[in-house]
C-alpha cells in the first residue's frame, strides 16, 4: 500500500504589495486630503442633515455635489453606494494604476474583492416613496439587482475597471472590507489571480441610521473613542480601494505591504461584543501567526474604537492581553466617522500612510481617557514613523479581521 504524505498547512501570507491605494471619506477626497486633515487632528463630522433624517447625531458625509451621476453604459448602478465607489475610484491616480496592471497581467487575472453592509439600501428606500399608491408596486426602472443587491458594487467596480477576474463581495457587517485582504490574498496563493484590486463602500441610509438610534448606540456630539464620557457611534460613508501585487523585487521592498491577515468568529451575541474580547484575540493573534512576527514587533494598533462602552473596554481587555506592553494606539473614528462595512478599507489605507509618510494619527474629540482602560491611547497625531501596523475591524456576530501592514526593508 503507497505512503502518502500528509503537507501541513502554512498560515503565514507571503506579502503582497500595495502598489496603489486610495481613500474618500468626510474627510475629503483622496490621500492627501486625508494625510493632512489627520496630521492636523481635524474631524468631518458635522450634525446629521441626511436626507428625512431627524436624529440628534452627527455624522461623516460625504458632500452630495460631489456625487455625480452613474451615466453611460452602468447608468443602470446609479445609487449613492455606487457614486461613492465612482468618486473614489477617480482619486489618486488609481484607475491608471489598475490600467498598467492591467496591461502586465491581463484583465482575466486581476481579481476584485470588495466589502459593504447596506449596498445601494438608500436606493430601494427612495423607490418605496414613489410606490403606486393603488398596488403598491414599486416604480418603473427601479433596478435591485444593479443597485440594491450587495453584488452590485464589485459587478460596478469590474466594469469601471475593465476587469474580468474573479470577483466577490463581502458583507459581514464592520468588518467587510477588512475581510477582502483574506480573500484576496487566498486566491493569489492559489493561482487563480496574479493581482487584487481590495476595497469596500458603504453609503448613509435612513435605515442604518434609525436602526442604530434604535439600539441606542448613537452619539449625540462627535462620536470620542475611549474617552471616559463616550456614549456611542458617529456613523460615515466612504469608499476605499489598493492594488495588491506579489512582492517581485527589492525596489519593492521599501514599500508598503500586506505581511498578515487573522480572522474569528466568536458568535458571541448578534450585536454585542464578547466582553473578554475573545474573538477580537483570536484574531489579532492569527495576523501575527499570519506574519511570522511577534506582539513585540507592532509599532501602533489602529483601533476598531467605535465610541460605545461595551466595544472600546473589550477590544482594550483584548489589546492588553496580547501585547502587554501595548503600542501606540488610536481609533480614527473620531474623524471619520464609523464607515461599517467601508471602515477596515478606510482604515487599512490610513495605516498604509502612516507608515509611508511617518505618523501615528490621533484620535480628534476624544479628550478625557477613560482611566479603567489601559491602552496607550493617542490623542493627537505623533510625528513617529512605524514599521509594522495592525489593524483592527470588528463586526457584529462576532465576525473579526486583523490585518498587519508594514515596511519591508
Request: aromatic share 6%; glycine share 10%; with cysteine.
Amino acid at each position: 500500500m503507497r505512503a502518502y504524505r500528509v503537507r501541513r498547512w502554512d498560515s503565514r501570507l507571503k506579502p503582497l504589495t500595495l502598489s496603489a491605494f486610495t481613500l474618500t471619506s468626510c474627510l475629503g477626497l483622496g490621500v492627501d486630503a486625508h494625510l493632512e486633515a489627520l496630521r492636523a487632528g481635524r474631524s468631518g463630522l458635522a450634525p446629521c442633515a441626511f436626507e428625512s433624517a431627524r436624529l440628534d447625531t452627527w455624522v461623516g458625509q460625504v458632500r452630495d455635489e460631489q456625487l455625480a451621476p452613474v451615466e453611460g453604459k452602468l447608468s443602470a448602478s446609479d445609487c449613492r453606494n455606487n457614486r461613492l465607489a465612482q468618486l473614489a475610484l477617480r482619486q489618486d491616480g488609481f484607475l491608471d494604476a489598475v490600467a498598467q496592471a492591467r496591461e502586465r497581467y491581463g484583465a482575466q487575472r486581476i481579481g476584485v474583492f470588495l466589502g459593504t453592509s447596506t449596498s445601494g439600501l438608500l436606493h430601494t428606500e427612495l423607490a418605496y416613496r414613489r410606490r403606486d399608491a393603488q398596488s403598491g408596486a414599486l416604480p418603473d426602472g427601479f433596478n435591485y439587482a444593479a443597485t440594491h443587491n450587495c453584488f452590485s458594487l464589485g459587478r460596478f467596480v469590474q466594469a469601471q475597471l475593465e476587469l474580468v477576474g474573479p470577483a466577490v463581495v463581502v458583507s459581514t457587517a464592520c468588518s467587510s472590507s477588512a475581510k477582502v485582504f483574506a480573500s484576496a490574498s487566498r486566491m493569489i496563493a492559489a493561482g487563480l489571480c496574479d493581482a487584487a484590486v481590495v476595497g469596500g463602500t458603504d453609503s448613509l441610509c435612513l435605515t442604518t441610521l434609525y436602526g442604530f438610534a434604535s439600539l441606542e448606540l448613537l452619539s449625540s456630539a462627535p462620536c470620542r473613542p475611549f474617552d471616559s464620557e463616550r456614549n456611542g457611534i458617529s456613523i460615515g460613508e466612504g469608499a476605499g480601494f489598493a492594488l495588491l501585487e506579489r512582492a517581485q523585487n527589492k525596489e519593492q521592498g521599501g514599500t508598503v505591504q500586506l505581511l498578515g491577515v487573522g480572522e474569528s468568529s466568536d458568535a458571541y451575541h448578534m450585536s454585542s461584543p464578547h466582553p473578554e474580547g475573545a474573538g477580537a484575540l483570536a484574531a489579532m493573534r492569527q495576523a501575527l501567526i499570519s506574519a511570522a512576527l511577534k506582539a513585540q514587533d507592532i509599532d501602533y494598533v489602529n483601533l476598531h474604537g467605535t465610541a460605545t462602552r461595551s466595544n472600546d473596554a473589550a477590544e482594550d481587555k483584548a489589546v492588553y492581553d496580547l501585547f502587554r506592553t501595548v503600542p501606540a494606539c488610536s481609533s480614527t473614528k473620531g474623524a471619520t466617522g464609523h464607515l461599517l462595512g467601508a471602515s477596515g478599507i478606510v482604515e487599512a489605507v490610513i495605516c498604509a500612510l502612516a507608515i509611508r509618510d511617518g505618523f501615528m494619527p490621533g484620535s480628534p474629540n476624544t479628550q478625557r481617557l477613560d482611566p479603567r482602560l489601559h491602552v496607550r491611547y493617542l490623542l493627537r497625531s505623533a510625528a513617529q514613523a512605524p514599521h509594522r501596523v495592525m489593524s483592527n475591524s470588528f463586526g457584529f456576530g462576532g465576525s473579526n479581521c486583523s490585518l498587519v501592514l508594514g515596511r519591508v526593508h
